[in-house]
Structure formats: C-alpha cells, structure tokens
C-alpha cells in the first residue's frame, strides 16, 4: 500500500500490459493503478491500446470508467503504445495513466468536424475555458476525419495562449478504423479531449529532433508555401549554398531529408531549439529555382535549414527535458507529477538503434520516476512559441505537476 498522504495532494499512476487476453490486460493495468492511487478515486484516465485488442476495444473505456468510478477519461488506438519505461512496440499492449487532480476542474469535451460553403470548416465546438491562464487541453483524434490542423489555427484564435497536447490515432487504414474511448463508448471519427483548470499545470516539451545547418535566412519573396528567394537571391541557391558548405555527412543527411525551421516570432533576431517552427522540404522548382515547403510562409520571416537523424533527435528531447521540463520536479514524491509521451510512429525502433528510447529520455529528463504512459501517433499535438500545432516526427510531452 502507498504510504499515506494528504488528498490535497495530486497523485499520478501508469500501468502497462502486453498480455494478448484483454480482459487480463485490463485486471493487470487496474492493480498497477490501484497500488499508486490506494483508495484514491481518479479524476482523469487517459488510455491507449493496440489495434490487436480488436472488437474488446469497444467497451474498453465504460470497463475501465466503471472500475475506477472515474468520471473523464480519453483515449485512443494505436500502432504502439508506452507505459512506465517501455515502448510495447510489434506487440499487444494496454497502457492506461491515472490522474487524481484536487483543486482541478477536468472537463471532458467531444468536436466533430464538417465541410462548409467555400472550403471552410465548421467545427462542432470549441471548448469553454473560464481561467485561460490556468488552463490546459489534452485531445486526441482521428486522422482520417478531423483537420487537426486547422482546428489548433481556430483554438489559437478563439483560446489565445492555452496550450493543447496530445495525439492522432494510428494503426487504422481508412476511415472508420481508429477508435477513440470514451467514459460511455467509443467514437471511430472526430476528436476528444479535456480541459484542465485549476491547481494543475501541464508544462509542455515539444521536441521536433532537428539540429541547424549553416546560417539563417530571410524570406524576402514567397507565396503561401513557395520560398522564392531568400536574403534576396534564389531559394535553391541558398539551399544549395548551405549544402555545399556542410561536412561530408551532414551533406548526405541533408540531401536524403532536408527540412526548414520557421522562425515563429518575427520581432526575434536570436534564435533557440524552441523559436522554429519545423516542416520538410516537399519540393523544388529547379526552373525558377523556388523551394516547397509543408506549410505557409511569409516575408520577412526567418527560416533555418535543419537535418535529423537519431543522434540529432536523441540530443534534443534530453535537452528540452531537462530545460523545460522541470528538471528536479521538486517535488516529496515521484507520483505527485505525471507525464504524457506521444511520439512518431517513425521513431522508436525505426529511428532509434536501442528500443524504449524517448521514455527513457523523458523520464530521464524529468529525474524522478515520474509515472509516464503514451502511444505511437499519426501526428503529435504541441505549442511552439505560444501556439498550438500539428507535429511529424516529434516527441511531445505533456508534464503535469503542481502549479506554483
């Protein structure tokens, strides 16, 4: 039994099960639960379980809300999914994190997302947030049916400063095949999420593993995605400038997956891991000499080359950890803080040459056996610079823990 604290006090537990049999899986993750909470009742669960479940998946979440009497619980399906300090990937898995939250109003909320006149989106809602500044979102989707993106643009707008973390559903092929659980059922299109207010804080790491290449530039002609020229000559030149100028190796890996960081903050002229915003290079127009890039950009902005490789990821998620994520948590116990991992299905064992790499990491990071669980996504939810997107490639991790 745990030793005896005051209910004033968050408490967080994680379980993980790679046992095939569901319903022995579920008994497995609720005595984990159960020997960190005691007779605490949660007031939020998060779950995530592998496809390999199949139609027990169902009723996973009205199972799991019954046993803990737990009133908002989200979570999803995925390719893989991480408990404690592993990363249970090519294999059944259940993990399931527990929350008891006092002095923290959770709550849940669901968004559905429709085609409207002129290639707009009506979103079904947009959750109230009373309190902003002690506000967070954790949500969750499916890729096939909800514009995550375009959903973080009209949080931005309509919930300025809130910071949102989660995650896209994986391992489904088509619409219909991603699940997300609810304390009532499941749902297979759309979002869930929650919204905390109050005593707890969710502290935010968005590591996106990319490292600089050469100088920074200034966009100084672009329309929309299209860099044009860059510190007044052509984009391709300067890509190619700053090609030419980097060591054998980097050349290669910049050469097989260039990517550009832009620059967030346009009143910035100094510029950390954080201040870029990182999509790939999609294309290059070689007559015109333009570079493509995944998103919009703008004049006057600054861009940076960047590369990625496992070392380049590794080196960055250990250092946003023990920078922003709270380092020694300070606080008496392990489990009075909690940690939520979602992570590319390309990284893991396709990234990384050991398995468990970015829990490790986090959990490292945190330097407390800070209770952790999370799942492989189709695309990992975080701010940078003050506001919400939709990542790839990235590990995002929501660290909760007292508010000061």
Request: a negative charge; glycine letters at 12%.
């Amino acid at each position: 039994m745990p030793t005896p604290r005051p209910n004033s006090t968050p408490r967080f537990a994680s379980a993980l099960s790679t046992r095939p049999d569901t319903s022995l899986a579920e008994e497995e993750c609720l005595r984990g639960l159960e020997a960190s909470l005691g007779e605490r009742t949660p007031d939020l669960i998060a779950v995530f379980a592998t496809h390999h479940h199949g139609d027990d998946l169902r009723r996973l979440g009205v199972r799991l809300a019954t046993a803990t009497g737990c009133p908002a619980l989200v979570g999803c399906t995925s390719v893989s999914v991480i408990g404690g300090d592993r990363e249970a990937e090519g294999e059944p898995g259940l993990a399931v994190w527990a929350a008891s939250l006092p002095a923290t109003k959770v709550r849940f909320f669901e968004v559905s997302a429709a085609q409207g006149p002129e290639d707009k989106i009506l979103f079904s809602a947009v959750p109230p947030v009373p309190d902003p500044e002690r506000s967070s979102i954790l949500i969750l989707a499916d890729p096939f049916t909800f514009p995550m993106d375009r959903y973080l643009i009209a949080l931005d707008e309509e919930r300025p400063g809130v910071p949102a973390m989660g995650g896209m559903a994986s391992g489904g092929r088509g619409p219909g095949e991603s699940l997300l659980f609810t304390a009532d059922g499941v749902r297979d299109g759309g979002a869930v999420g929650v919204v905390l207010e109050g005593g707890i804080e969710l502290r935010p790491v968005v590591s996106q593993g990319c490292r600089p290449v050469g100088k920074p530039w200034v966009v100084t002609e672009c329309d929309q995605h299209l860099i044009k020229k860059l510190g007044g000559k052509p984009a391709l030149d300067a890509l190619m400038e700053t090609w030419r100028g980097l060591p054998e190796g980097e050349q290669a890996l910049m050469q097989r997956m260039p990517f550009v960081g832009l620059a967030i903050d346009a009143a910035k002229s100094e510029f950390d891991r954080g201040d870029f915003l990182v999509r790939h290079v999609m294309g290059i127009e070689d007559k015109q000499k333009w570079v493509a890039v995944g998103d919009f950009v703008r004049r006057g902005q600054t861009v940076q080359f960047l590369v990625r490789d496992a070392d380049s990821a590794g080196e960055d998620l250990r250092l946003l950890m023990a920078s922003q994520g709270g380092g020694a948590l300070g606080t008496s116990e392990p489990d009075e803080a909690g940690a939520l991992l979602f992570t590319c299905t390309g990284r893991g064992l396709q990234m990384f040459p050991e398995p468990h790499h970015d829990v490790r990491c986090v959990r490292s990071g945190l330097r407390s056996d800070v209770p952790t669980a999370g799942f492989f996504c189709a695309g990992e939810i975080g701010p940078v610079g003050g506001r919400n997107f939709l990542h790839g490639f990235t590990a995002s991790v929501a660290v909760f823990r007292p508010r000061p």
